[in-house]
């Protein structure tokens, strides 16, 4: 059984404090593909929840509209698509088409 303990998980932080995609165990790749699209820093949601889903773990997050969750639930599916390439990798489930929309965009 895992405990709290288990769930402390602080990203490294640079040398100004900031938390950055690369600190939060992105690969080079992608945090490229994220300054390029202009996501420079990450938002609270990627910080908490990056740790997690690139190591395989199963989250469940909750944050607002804009906060940045299809990019915390895209890299992780994105870079372990880039470790081992498969044609057929991910399931994604969406109550509406809105966010599939915008997963695509962001793919």
């Keep these: 059984m895992e405990t709290q303990e288990d769930f402390n998980v602080e990203a490294e932080k640079t040398e ?6 690369k600190s ?8 490229e593909s994220c300054d390029r699209l202009n996501f420079k ?3 609270k949601i990627q910080t908490e ?3 997690y889903t690139l190591k395989g773990r199963d989250i469940i997050g909750l944050a607002e509209t804009g906060s940045g969750k299809t990019l915390a639930f895209a890299l992780p599916i ?3 698509l880039l470790d081992g390439p498969q044609h ?3 399931m994604i489930l969406s109550p509406t088409r ?5 997963f695509k965009s962001i793919i």
């Design 78 to 80: 994105l870079q372990a």
């Design 16 to 21: 100004n404090s900031q938390v950055t995609f």
């Design 49 to 51: 929840s990056l740790p």
């Design 98 to 102: 809105f966010p599939l929309f915008l």
């Design 24 to 31: 939060l165990g992105v690969c080079d790749e992608l945090c």
């Design 88 to 90: 057929f990798f991910a």
């Design 41 to 43: 820093i990450p938002t």
